[in-house]
């Protein structure tokens, strides 16, 4: 958490939380929306993703109707009311790699499921998905870089087979993966190092639909802060150019009383006199206190 306010992250995609279960939890002030495994069947395997809200954006949520879905341990999806347009945060955490058949079914399934979440969103809404995508995406070829535009030239990988369907998805779906567009040092580029080869790869991403590529102003990784989470990826921030929509404040028209009548006497009089039917009703035990109130007030 204290990363997340010393970055100055108000939206927060975990990914690997490890966490079972689905549900909604206050965390040092920070309200987090998190989908998991059941805990009935607890395992050391990799799961668990989550969204992490500052007060601010946890107050714009709940003020959009704290609307979320726990897709599966590897998917979960929040909405979130912006001036002038809705927007949906999607955390993820893709399967490695595939290097086997019940891998790349594993693998399958998390992009169909994906592909589900996405043909829900209106299209008129603006999306951003980000998290762990275990891929890699570059420019292997000429006709590649052809057939795909959702990839920027600052890509710094060959692509793998997760990169492909990571790149399908994108094309499909009208996204680009900002990452590839904004120019950094390799070191502000990539996020993980294989822990064989000792090479830097860059595996997380941030997707967004290609008609609100303006909104994002920049995409790049913080590399202090993995040692203080305790992790060996390094925390991806995204800067982007919106507006939470506040919620409209309802005003009670104010009364205002003429309290310069009262000097006069006739005015005074006549107040008294439509006053001490009201006040009758305070004595009267077959009225209810409310019902008191509003008369009184009436």
């Given at each position: 958490m204290k990363q997340l306010q010393k970055n100055r992250i108000q939206i927060a995609a975990l990914s690997e939380t490890c966490m079972y279960d689905s549900g909604v939890k206050i965390i040092n002030e920070f309200t987090w929306i998190f989908s998991g495994l059941p805990s009935v069947n607890k395992t050391r395997n990799a799961h668990g993703v989550a969204i992490c809200l500052d007060k601010t954006?946890?107050?714009?949520?709940?003020?959009?109707g704290s609307e979320w879905e726990a897709v599966s341990e590897r998917i979960v999806k929040i909405k979130l009311k912006c001036l002038f347009v809705?927007?949906?945060?999607?955390?993820?955490?893709?399967?490695?790699?595939?290097?086997?058949?019940?891998?790349?079914d594993?693998?399958?399934?998390?992009?169909?499921?994906?592909q589900d979440v996405i043909n829900r969103i209106p299209t008129e809404d603006m999306y951003i998905i980000m998290?762990?995508?275990?891929?890699r995406v570059g420019w292997n070829n000429q006709k590649q870089q052809n057939l795909s535009n959702s990839i920027g030239p600052y890509a710094v990988d060959i692509t793998n087979e997760n990169g492909e369907k990571l790149i399908d998805l994108s094309t499909i779906n009208n996204l680009i993966i900002t990452n590839t567009f904004f120019k950094h040092k390799l070191v502000h580029q990539t996020s993980w190092m294989h822990p064989?080869?000792?090479?830097?790869?860059?595996i997380d991403y941030t997707l967004v639909n290609k008609k609100f590529r303006s909104?994002?102003?920049?995409?790049?990784?913080?590399r202090k802060a993995a040692g203080a989470i305790g992790t060996d990826h390094h925390l991806m921030r995204i800067k982007?150019?919106?507006?939470?929509?506040?919620?409209?404040?309802?005003?009670?028209?104010?009364?205002?009383?003429?309290?310069?009548?009262?000097?006069?006497d006739n005015a005074l009089k006549q107040f008294q006199k439509d006053l001490i039917?009201?006040?009758?009703?305070?004595?009267?035990?077959?009225?209810?206190i409310d019902e008191k109130y509003d008369r009184f007030v009436e």
């Open positions: 954006a946890a107050k714009v949520w709940k003020d959009s809705n927007l949906t945060i999607i955390s993820i955490y893709s399967p490695v790699n595939p290097t086997n058949n019940k891998k790349n594993d693998s399958q399934k998390f992009y169909n499921d994906l998290g762990d995508f275990n891929a064989g080869n000792k090479q830097w790869h860059m909104s994002i102003e920049d995409c790049r990784m913080y982007i150019k919106l507006h939470f929509r506040s919620r409209r404040k309802l005003f009670q028209k104010k009364v205002v009383y003429d309290s310069i009548k009262m000097k006069n039917p009201t006040l009758s009703d305070a004595t009267d035990k077959t009225i209810s």
